[in-house]
């Protein structure tokens, strides 16, 4: 009688669900596939009941797909008494469990777990192996070899190398369409009405049974779950749909709008494609071929589908080289010394700034909000104010469904709160309420008044903005971006100048109540 072959362990993690990966072309017997829920990955930081609803869903989707396709799979679910909530302490038991030939894994893409995995396989007594995920267009080590020696990193380096290699939006003769690389002065319009928003055409899964093994698991989140209504992808049946549905009806006013604010749409024209791309049900190769493919057929304006591009080939690619070069450590930058807690509204909305209100129970009730709402007002906010970056980071790491630490943390403490001292960001983006009132309509109604500095009706993001670079003046009036403000602020009277650091300080000082 022959003996039963011992079988290999490949590790599934929640944000790896690529259908296409190499591993699933073949059915093996001797291949069991493991999914694990777990409360390292659950409480970690406090996430957004939506996030940890999305990704367990997803993740059991998939698992069911492969068993469908004849796969052997395992999966431990977040109640099962099995579950050793931790990933590596699974994977110890199951090696013994199987009697395991060896165990695989997929490169992780945050540290932490890649260390924990690294660790696991030092001890582990049969053989591991890690693959690639197959998902990134650039290695980890592509931004850290081009950057090599330079004190910044500039991204508008790394994305035209990037269109170059990939041979994306570019002519025969190698230059970029259109004869510019950047369209971003085209996409700077605020949204007045029209044209129409596309609906929202996603479908609605009831998660309610999920919601409730969560919740008796113990697992601690914020949000609402929307249990019974959830409308973020399940796999990439949905994702692809969702991927047309935004070529067709959002692509050809993205770029104009990109940028915009409203308080009657929460998405405008934005894809919504974040989490499927960052769980890897899309490949980010795919949606860039989608999108030019749109302008090369007439279908979107080549300044909407280039900014979209952008995002994807630049920004998304770049930040995650920035990532994994400037890790561990990251997280713990403070280049400001900012070091105020968060106010409470962070976790409730109650804010009488309207914009920044808005944005935190936009996020709060979706797990989302776009890019200019998580920048420009929170993060322009939690700036200002000097909130401390790490609080901050965690904060945003915790409540939007996309948010991964390989992509969030470089946006949140490079790009929004300048804590890396400028590696990332050309200069802080910061911004008074002038550009809130121009890019936005949050402003009317608002308890305050975006064309006062000082004073009870005065928006807060006035003396706010004038104060901060009077604080920071030492540390960033060198800076060659920032000669405009620093020229005003010189010619502010002193008495001017006074005032607004009483209102600013007022405003620190009653951050609750602000």
């Not at 919601?211 to 959830?230: H, K, L, N, S, Y």
């Not at 049946?237 to 006013?253: D, I, S, T, Y």
């Not at 970056?389 to 300048?418: C, K």
Request: proline share 5%; glycine share 8%; charged share 25%.
């Amino acid at each position: 009688m022959t003996a039963p072959t011992r079988p290999t362990l490949r590790l599934v993690l929640g944000d790896q669900l690529d259908p296409q990966h190499s591993w699933y072309e073949h059915v093996r017997p001797d291949v069991v596939y493991v999914f694990l829920e777990a409360r390292s990955e659950t409480d970690y930081v406090r996430h957004h009941a939506q996030k940890v609803l999305g990704i367990f869903a997803a993740m059991r989707d998939f698992a069911h797909w492969l068993g469908g396709r004849g796969h052997g799979v395992r999966y431990v679910g977040i109640d099962h008494p099995s579950n050793r909530q931790g990933i590596t302490a699974n994977l110890d038991a199951l090696v013994v469990h199987y009697d395991a030939a060896a165990v695989e894994y997929q490169a992780p893409d945050e540290w932490r777990v890649d260390e924990a995995l690294r660790a696991f396989a030092a001890r582990c007594p049969v053989p591991v192996r890690c693959v690639d995920t197959e998902h990134f267009l650039t290695g980890r080590d592509d931004t850290r070899r081009l950057f090599a020696g330079k004190k910044q990193w500039l991204m508008e380096t790394f994305y035209r190398q990037q269109r170059r290699r990939h041979r994306v939006l570019m002519t025969p003769d190698g230059q970029p369409e259109g004869g510019r690389w950047n369209f971003d002065v085209e996409n700077r319009k605020p949204w007045a009405g029209g044209p129409p928003v596309p609906d929202d055409t996603r479908a609605s899964h009831d998660h309610t049974a999920l919601w409730q093994r969560i919740v008796g698991a113990g697992v601690e989140t914020m949000g609402d779950p929307c249990a019974d209504a959830f409308r973020w992808l399940l796999n990439r049946a949905e994702a692809l749909q969702q991927l047309e549905h935004f070529v067709e009806h959002g692509l050809p006013h993205f770029g104009s709008f990109q940028d915009a604010l409203s308080s009657r749409s929460g998405h405008l024209f934005h894809s919504l494609l974040s989490f499927a791309l960052n769980v890897k049900m899309l490949r980010p190769r795919e949606v860039i071929d989608r999108a030019e493919a749109a302008w090369r057929e007439g279908r979107a304006p080549l300044h909407a589908v280039e900014g979209f591009i952008r995002q994807i080939l630049g920004w998304r690619e770049y930040v995650r080289g920035v990532y994994w070069a400037q890790m561990p450590g990251y997280t713990q930058v403070n280049h400001l010394g900012h070091d105020r807690p968060l106010p409470p509204w962070f976790w409730t909305g109650d804010t009488h700034m309207a914009c920044v209100g808005a944005a935190i129970r936009q996020s709060l009730s979706d797990a989302y909000a776009h890019h200019i709402q998580r920048l420009m007002v929170i993060g322009n906010f939690a700036l200002l104010a000097g909130l401390d970056p790490e609080a901050v980071h965690r904060w945003y790491l915790g409540i939007y469904i996309d948010a991964f630490e390989w992509v969030e943390a470089p946006n949140t403490l490079g790009m929004s709160q300048f804590a890396d001292g400028g590696l990332l960001a050309t200069k802080p983006y910061v911004s008074s309420a002038a550009y809130l009132a121009r890019m936005g309509d949050h402003c009317t109604g608002c308890a305050y008044d975006p064309k006062v500095r000082v004073g009870e009706r005065a928006c807060p993001f006035n003396a706010l903005y004038w104060d901060f670079f009077d604080r920071h003046r030492e540390r960033l009036q060198g800076n060659h971006r920032l000669g405009v403000v620093y020229h005003q602020l010189g010619q502010m009277p002193a008495e001017a100048l006074d005032a607004l650091r009483v209102q600013a300080g007022r405003i620190r000082a009653s951050l609750d109540e602000t």
